[in-house]
């Protein structure tokens, strides 16, 4: 089985500055590792997600993440943050190879508010 | 948009009611998911279908039923709802393999009273 855990519930930031969202996870198996964004009353979108390759990876709206296999972190960053960055930030894995349903483990959630 | 419609989008329904939401996906992705969303535990699966007629159970799957009868719909029942399940449902789909994302529809707010 896997776990997440999101240990920020809330991250407020200024406008301008560069933010972390912090995830680490808990598995026995090799994972695949990715974050949502969801906007008020709305879905879940895909920022970003690793599969395998390069440990950096890049995403949707100036986002990135490092996978760090020995730390069992996937840390999502942005070097400078918009109001409309404002939104939760849901960190998932879901074990890799065939069998596993492509099921999703999600975090609880990190709430970002960017504050002008 | 990932083509997925998720009906009622707004629901309020009494104690011992039975409840049926549906999900509803024009991309003929293999994979279909329900999730339920709560304040401080994010998203859970409650059950998921892997194909027409193939489903299985998920983390939180008591009190719930599925059903596939179609590639494109996949229905989330509740037989008797209880307060407990009042909550914001959302419904997925993937292509699996190794297009291993989750495609979310806009969700389902269920008040049970």
């Known amino acids: 089985a896997q776990s997440v855990t999101q240990l920020d519930s809330q991250v407020p930031v200024f406008e301008e500055a560069p933010v972390e969202l912090r995830c680490n996870y808990s598995s026995s198996v090799s994972v695949y590792l990715f974050?949502?964004?969801q906007y008020p009353n709305q879905g879940l979108q895909l920022l970003l997600k690793y599969l395998s390759?390069?440990?950096?990876?890049?995403?949707?709206?100036?986002?990135?993440a490092e996978f760090?296999?020995?730390?069992?972190?996937?840390?999502?960053?942005k070097p400078s943050v918009h109001i409309s960055d404002t939104a939760e930030?849901?960190?998932?894995?879901?074990?890799?190879?065939?069998?596993?349903?492509?099921?999703?483990?999600?975090?609880?959630?990190?709430?970002?508010?960017?504050?002008l | 948009d990932a083509g997925i419609t998720q009906s009622p989008r707004h629901k309020v329904t009494e104690t011992g009611t039975p409840v049926t939401l549906r999900c509803h996906q024009t991309e003929n992705h293999r994979y279909m998911y329900w999730y339920r969303q709560d304040p401080g535990h994010g998203l859970r699966l409650i059950h998921y279908s892997y194909g027409v007629k193939d489903t299985d159970k998920g983390e939180v799957s008591d009190g719930y039923s599925v059903s596939r009868s179609k590639t494109e719909d996949f229905l989330l029942t509740l037989e008797s709802a209880t307060s407990s399940q009042t909550s914001v449902y959302f419904c997925a789909i993937s292509l699996g393999g190794a297009h291993n994302e989750q495609f979310f529809g806009p969700g389902t707010r269920l008040t049970v009273l």
Do not use: D, M
Request: proline letters at 2%; hydrophobic letters at 30%.
């Open chain 1, 68 to 77: 760090n296999k020995s730390q069992t972190s996937f840390h999502l960053r």
């Open chain 1, 53 to 64: 390759g390069s440990t950096l990876v890049k995403g949707i709206n100036g986002f990135e």
């Open chain 1, 89 to 115: 930030y849901f960190c998932a894995v879901s074990p890799s190879g065939r069998g596993g349903g492509n099921k999703l483990t999600f975090g609880t959630g990190t709430q970002l508010k960017v504050e």
């Open chain 1, 35 to 37: 974050w949502y964004v």
